[in-house]
């Protein structure tokens, strides 16, 4: 599916989806599952940084190619760095070549990691000897992506003497982190976190265990837009957590700004527009949920209000630069977007331009993202097969729920 065009929607947007476990939860369980074998993963994501992550735990080759999964290469680079007597080339696609890995790099070295860099340094491909890491005590930057950051504290209770790892500076994407340390607790790891400093115990076995991963809330963004943007709409989805460890469940009270109310039925999460939308303009901080940036930029663009993101320094590191490709995609709609490094500023606007084919740069989510403006203007979303990065079945479910 290289460009799929979709009609105007014009009925009122109502259906049950269920969606799988979220990518965030299984990779980290995965990493966990290779040092603990009695752990029991259930709901596991079908993403294809997921299904990557899987084969390349499994792959008896000396040389792995993520493709675009940034969480994997970060995950992975720690996870064979402690893997002894192993010696792993991991590389990914031209853009992976191009996303920074220096900051994890440096870390682990400094535990006394011994991994090479094989064409340009600070990046991808990384040529990765396994060896048993004695040191127990890092610094880090706090502002860096919470990734090279869970990489570490995945790591630490193979570590002989654990892991201290101290943050210089203000730590950004705090719920990341959390749910790396609330997983290590459920697998009975002893941490705390005092201060600038986290600190984790080693531990080299568990007691039998079976997690069930929640269903993923970034998955969940894309229904709170299609809600926002059809009046009288209701979408059920499965299955979630009230108390939940993703960072992007802050959806539920963004979105009642938007006239989405959330609420939950047991597992089961009930999205109504209750057609009370009553807002000119939005103004957030999304350092600790950056990965909703562009759904949240979309939908206020389809309500005509201007919105005013911060924290969004991480979106330039990803699949592609996010902040360019939103400014670029939502201009071409008729909008106007002002960005700087990290921030995003939507400007009011009532005209929306038809037919327009939105680039998707390798990025699932800016696929996903602008679909809901098919409730607006007929739309055309080019290479829209990408969703399958993490919701490979996104497209059937946006095709039940608006037919």
Known sequence: MNLLEIDRISKTVKGS????????????????????????????????DSILMQKALSSESNEINIGHAGTAMRFLTAYFSVLENSEIVLTGSKRMKNRPIKILVDALT??????????????????????????SFIEIEGNVSSQYISALLLIAPTLKNGLQLKFKGEVTSIPYIKMTLQLLAELGIEFSWEGDIISILSKPTITDKTITVESDWSSAS?????????????????????????????????????GVETTFKGHTLILTNTNQ???????????????????????????GIEC????????????????????????KLGGEVIITNETLHLKASAKINEHITISTYD??????????MALKVPIKIQDANVVSKSYPTFWADFEKITT
């Open 222 to 258: 894309y229904y709170y837009s299609l809600v926002a943007l059809s009046p009288n709409s209701e979408v059920k989805l499965t299955s979630y957590k009230k108390t939940s460890l993703q960072g992007d469940s802050v959806l539920a009270n963004i979105y009642k700004g938007l």
């Open 363 to 372: 990025d699932h989510r800016m696929a996903m993202a602008f679909a809901p």
């Open 308 to 331: 005013y993101l911060t924290g969004l320094h991480t979106l330039k590191i990803k699949e592609t630069d996010r902040l360019i490709a939103l400014k670029t995609e939502i201009e």
């Open 17 to 48: 989806i269920q969606i799988t476990g979220s990518k965030s939860e299984t990779n980290r369980l995965l990493i966990l599952q290779k040092f603990f074998s009695n752990l029991t993963i259930e709901n596991i994501s079908n993403s294809d």
């Open 110 to 135: 400094s535990l006394g990691a011994n991994i090479k860099y094989l064409e340009k340094d600070g990046y991808p491909p990384l040529k990765i000897s396994g060896k048993k890491l004695t040191s």
């Open 277 to 303: 939308q009553n807002i000119s303009s939005l103004n957030l901080d999304l350092v600790n949920a950056p990965d909703i940036a562009q759904t949240i930029a979309v939908t206020c663009f389809g309500l």
